[in-house]
């Protein structure tokens, strides 16, 4: 079985291989650097779950493999704020699709302000942790919640909900 991850970031990479290694333990997970689609800041649910989509086909169309999987970090509002979200998305070579999301964690105010701003949530933590790329490590989730869940974590989460059509079959007819 072929499986390809629409990115090459190591924290995505992780949250996919986590669950499909103990599912089917000889899969070829193949990371594959594809476009999104959506803006670099996902401003909602929606867009957020069409970057993932948008990932998940590319990456299989790209390989040719039996599954692609998209994963894709947001935020979305709520009428009490900003929260930080993510979806993946898995698209069979059969044409089966399904989600998952992520937990949701309300941004504090200053930092929802500058991303409606149009600052990348990433750059934000970077700015605020003085720390580069930490959206390739434990996240704006793992800075806020000082390391008690880091967004591998999560992402890994999600990915589980979404394997669930493939993984318990009989219960999605």
């Known amino acids: 079985m072929i499986i390809a991850i629409g990115s090459t970031n190591p924290v995505k990479v992780t949250a996919v291989t986590t669950h499909i290694l103990r599912v089917w333990p000889e899969a070829q997970i193949i990371p594959v650097a594809v476009p999104s689609g959506v803006s670099t800041m996902p401003m909602s649910d929606a867009e957020t779950i069409a970057g993932a989509q948008n990932r998940a086909l590319a990456a299989r169309e790209a390989?040719?493999?039996?599954?692609?999987?998209?994963?894709?970090?947001?935020?979305?509002?709520?009428?009490?704020?900003?929260?930080?979200?993510?979806?993946?998305?898995?698209?069979?070579?059969d044409g089966r699709t399904s989600?998952?999301?992520?937990?949701?964690?309300?941004?504090?105010?200053?930092?929802?302000?500058?991303v409606q701003n149009g600052e990348e949530l990433g750059h934000v933590m970077d700015d605020l942790m003085g720390d580069h790329n930490t959206k390739q490590k434990g996240g704006a989730v793992g800075a806020l919640t000082n390391h008690l869940v880091v967004r591998g974590e999560a992402f890994a989460t999600a990915v589980a909900y979404a394997l669930a059509p493939f993984v318990s079959p009989d219960l999605y007819r």
């Open 99 to 114: 989600l998952g999301g992520c937990a949701r964690l309300p941004l504090p105010e200053y930092i929802a302000r500058r």
């Open 63 to 93: 390989l040719n493999a039996d599954l692609g999987i998209g994963l894709e970090g947001g935020v979305h509002p709520e009428p009490f704020g900003l929260v930080l979200q993510g979806w993946v998305a898995i698209v069979a070579s």
